[in-house]
């Protein structure tokens, strides 16, 4: 069984390259043998991820990620049982909310800057479909 979990948290530090790539390193290392995939999107603070996998296996990474001190606030924005993944390619993919996905935001929200704490999971959801289908991931920073 396939499930998509959605979050949102707030960095406890800026976010900077080092420590998204430290986060990055981390999932590219642990997530292909646990069968999760996913997208890790970040900006203003603020970080999105889905994860999708195996039930058993998100909700086992889904309550480490949790408890990592790099972020707080950790919020369940949507959980399903879905028959396809998104993000099938990647092992986590980036996504910064830099000016080029500005518009990509806009389109969602009143506000080019990422707050996924005020927008609905749904609408959020959305926004990380189309950052995959627009071209705006990256594999690796
Ligand atoms: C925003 C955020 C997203 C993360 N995403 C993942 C992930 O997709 N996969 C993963 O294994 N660890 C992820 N981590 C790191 C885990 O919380 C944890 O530190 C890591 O799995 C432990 O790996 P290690 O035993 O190699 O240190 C994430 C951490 C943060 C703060």
């Given at each position: 069984m396939l499930v998509r979990l959605i979050?949102?948290?707030?960095?406890?530090?800026?976010?900077?390259?080092?420590?998204?790539?430290?986060?990055?390193?981390?999932?590219?290392?642990?997530?292909?043998?646990?069968g999760i995939t996913g997208?890790?999107?970040?900006?203003?603070?603020?970080?999105?991820?889905a994860l999708e996998g195996g039930r058993t296996e998100v909700?086992?990474?889904?309550?480490?990620?949790?408890?990592?001190?790099?972020?707080?606030?950790?919020?369940?924005?949507t959980y399903a049982e879905v028959d396809q993944r998104e993000f099938a390619c990647?092992?986590?993919?980036?996504?910064?909310?830099?000016?080029?996905?500005?518009?990509?935001?806009?389109?969602?929200?009143?506000?080019?800057?990422?707050?996924?704490?005020?927008?609905?999971?749904q609408?959020?959801s959305r926004?990380l479909s189309?950052?995959g289908s627009?071209?705006?991931?990256?594999?690796?920073?």
């Amino acid at each position: 069984m396939l499930v998509r979990l959605i979050y949102a948290s707030r960095s406890t530090t800026p976010i900077t390259s080092e420590l998204v790539k430290q986060i990055l390193d981390a999932a590219h290392q642990h997530n292909p043998e646990r069968g999760i995939t996913g997208v890790l999107c970040y900006g203003d603070g603020v970080f999105v991820q889905a994860l999708e996998g195996g039930r058993t296996e998100v909700n086992a990474l889904y309550q480490a990620i949790c408890r990592d001190s790099r972020h707080r606030d950790v919020t369940l924005l949507t959980y399903a049982e879905v028959d396809q993944r998104e993000f099938a390619c990647w092992s986590m993919a980036q996504a910064p909310l830099d000016k080029k996905n500005a518009a990509l935001l806009l389109r969602h929200s009143s506000s080019p800057v990422l707050d996924p704490f005020r927008l609905s999971g749904q609408t959020t959801s959305r926004l990380l479909s189309e950052l995959g289908s627009s071209g705006g991931l990256r594999s690796k920073g």
